[in-house]
């Protein structure tokens, strides 16, 4: 049981630091946790959040930087040290073994033995309906974890930690994929939890969530610490504010490009569960910026319309013509060229060469007769190569050994090796440092002035807010909101990302 | 602005950068790969045997040794292409039984037999069909769909002929396919063989096709998000391995004699086995063809010097089979070392990588990209 009196420092961590070769993942972050109370820790994708959450939770270690635990230093080199310590983290999607019944997936690693050194299922199935009594929820120890609902799973997730005693309890957006009774029953868990005097961080894009459950927040940004502040003192304007921070300014060089006629049209689009009523319209020098939170749907849009994701109904069209479904190779071929988000498992065959992967896309269109040439290919990856400046001295380099600005640019030049009409690209920025992330930008800047149609999906709002002529936001597969470059605020774009106004249910 | 997408000619030719086409010259490239390794492996076994085996030496030797490959080398020519992919077909030789006895049977009912030919390589486009059907369309692993029509296939053979035989073919026939090209030492099959070597050949190592063949075996989201038609190119393989099968069952048949429901029993395991032995790694993604024609060869000579040195069939299946196993660990070693290498930035750090065959798949890349792509999924 939680001993320390309420208010005291349960978790400390001080400008933690943690780079993964040349990207920095986290510069400066900080973060103090008391006992007792419930810490909201918030920041956009990508501010250094969920590093945090790993470091704490021993998956990573710091490079740098001080993490004490009730005033004792530590250092864990596994999830396993940091378990024993008292510290446990709750996903946004636990991972539980599904052909196994909730008491076995609760008692993982740690059966109770009985006298004969066998798994005493007796003292096992009390202890569990102990643990769930207290929680006050009604789950069957009995059944299989297989079927059990998100929320559920969580809460044995949960029921795991308790009965392990942990002292501190993570929650890395758990709410992200919860309905609104089962967020309330979560909040009830986590406030008798915090009365039991465990110290709770609650990580969440959700604002309304935050002001009503927690007692205190953090705002990251960049992957630094920005401010820690009483709930009370602060709005949720203060927090937004914070959290989009710098100014939008060099970073996004965009060039003022002449708006042409509809190239891209998407109608009617709809995939159960999934997306629902799309409607959108791209026209020639355009670069549209679709926004929203991680998991919105915004990825799995633009994936049905280019014919890598199926769809129910709907229709897709490039310059007029119908984009059949399910086809990448017609959409390619009609001008549609989409720069995936997973460039290691979508984008990038990394175990093949810079020229393979840059001639992958218009492998047909480089045969004469039916013959493909090496020279041929060499000839047009020198070109887009050096048109992009990727950073390597052959191009039989293997395009895993490339750094990740370069491996985007890899990736770049096989779409625009295709002359596209329409280049959708989705988190094209993503882990890729600062200089690289500029060139990117100037270079979506410069295919809009061409001509081209630019779909950019993006998780960071002010590469949206710098880099778009019209902000499209997709809130659980809807569009909520459509804002003209002038529109477009910080403020509006996240409102209407987390439908905090709307009837969200 | 320079233009991007369509630059002016004198913006072409004021290129910012340049790039080497390769790290090293091409005849590193070819010397120190896997397929010349293998064929350099054929001729030492084969210049060794000459002087060591009695009679090997003797140019009915290799007449009989090209007799008895010809149908390994034949089924070998696609099952590379299917393996590259990432995918298996172990039902080549029940197909090569289920065609030599549709062949069999259909002549032995006074079907023409160019007729009942035909008819057999239908069956080993259906049986192949079938494969790429079940792995393509249903989604299944290939490799217990192909362990499943191993026995089926297998079991039609024999079903429909029982422990009987069909013998009398026209002489023409198999007399053909016992001849030799001319005067020379080199039978008659190996016209066919060449042929199909050379389409083989073409296809992999100078098609779009090919191209895509390769991509689906090294990451299969991106050759799909790239425009190759992944299920597509899967069922035309499997077909093609079919029909291929088929022909060299007709061979097999018309070689014999015979059409038997048990013909070419075990017969897909001497296939993979001179297959991955030429340098083709069965993670799919690697290898070449000339690697696997010496690779096949290679198999088939040691047989043959071991059976002239009066050797048991269990000693050349245990030599064949420690071979395969000492290039498959081999490969991967070697794959484990250049990794290593690279990882330390050390002299010829990529050199060994960027042949292929010789770097084993799965091999990490460098430190540096394992955490980055931790760090592009930490906010899912």
Known sequence: ?????????????????????????????????????????????????????????????????????????????STAEAKDAGIAVIYQEPTLFPDLSVTENLFMGRQPRNRFGRIDRKAMDTEARALFDRLGVAIDPERPADGLSIADQQIIEIAKAISLDARVLIMDEPTAALSGVEVERLMTIARALRDEGRALVFISHRFDEVFALC?????????????????????????????????????????????????????????????????LQVRRG????????????????????????????????????????????????????????????????????????????????????GLLSARAENATARDWASRLEVKTSTLDTLAGTLSGGNQQKVVLAKWLSTKPDVLIVDEPTRGIDVGTKAEVHRLLSALAGEGMAVVMISSELPEVLGMADRVVVVHEGRITAELSRDEATPEAVMFAATNTQGASA | MTSLIHPSDSET???????????????????????????????????????????????????????????????????????????????????????????????????????????ALLVGVVCGAFNGFLVTTVGLPSLAVTIGTLALYRGIAVGLLGTTAVTDFPDTWTDWARGRIGESDIPSIMIPFAVLAILFIVLLHFTAFGRGVYAIGLNEGAARFSGIRVERTKLLLFVLTGVVSALAGIYYTLRYGSARGDNANGMELQVIAAVLLGGVSIFGGRGALPGVIAGVLLIGAIGSALRLADQTADVINIVTGLLLVVSVVGSSVLGWVSSKRRRRGGPGAQSSATSPGTSAPGVPQSDTDTPVGEREREDR
Do not use: C
């Open chain 1, 286 to 369: 355009e670069i549209v910026g679709l926004a929203g939170l991680v998991g919105a749907g915004r990825s799995e849009i633009m994936q049905a319309a280019f014919g890598v994701d199926p769809y129910d109904s709907g229709t897709v069209k490039v310059s007029g013509k119908v984009v059949p479904p399910n086809d990448p190779a017609a959409a390619i071929r009609l001008g549609m060229a989409l720069v995936p988000e997973d460039r290691r498992k979508h984008g990038l065959v990394l175990e093949s060469t810079i020229t393979r992967n840059i001639t992958m896309a218009i492998r047909g269109r480089l045969s004469r007769a």
């Open chain 1, 215 to 279: 007692d205190t927040i953090t705002v990251m940004r960049d992957g630094a610490y920005i401010s820690t502040d009483r709930i009370a003192d602060v709005t949720v304007d203060d927090v937004v504010r914070r959290l989009v921070g710098r100014e939008v300014g060099e970073l996004y060089p965009k060039q003022p490009a002449a708006i042409g006629e509809v190239v891209l049209e998407i109608e009617g689009l709809n995939r159960a569960g999934v997306f629902h009523d799309v409607d």
């Open chain 2, 13 to 119: 030719k004021q290129v910012a950068r340049t790039y080497r086409d390769h790290q090293r010259p091409l005849w590193q490239r070819i010397l120190f790969s896997r397929d010349v390794a293998v064929w350099a492996a054929l001729v030492v076994v084969y210049l060794y045997a000459s002087a060591t085996v009695p009679f090997f030496d003797r140019p009915i030797t290799i007449t009989y040794l090209l007799l008895d490959v010809a149908p390994i080398l034949l089924i070998a020519l696609p099952m590379t292409l299917v393996i590259i992919t990432g995918e298996i077909d172990l039902s080549v030789a029940s197909t090569v039984a289920l065609a030599s006895v549709s062949f069999g049977v259909l002549y032995d009912k006074g079907t023409p037999i160019l007729v009942a030919a035909l008819a």
């Open chain 1, 1 to 77: 049981m939680a001993t320390a009196a309420p208010g005291t420092v349960a978790l400390e961590l001080r400008d933690v630091s943690k780079t993964f070769g040349q990207v920095v993942a986290l510069r400066s972050g900080s973060l103090t946790v008391t006992t007792g109370s419930i810490h909201a820790l918030v920041g956009e994708n990508g501010a250094g959040k969920s590093t945090m959450v790993k470091i704490i939770a021993g998956l990573y270690r710091a490079d740098s930087g001080s993490y004490e635990l009730f005033g004792e230093p530590v250092d864990f080199r």
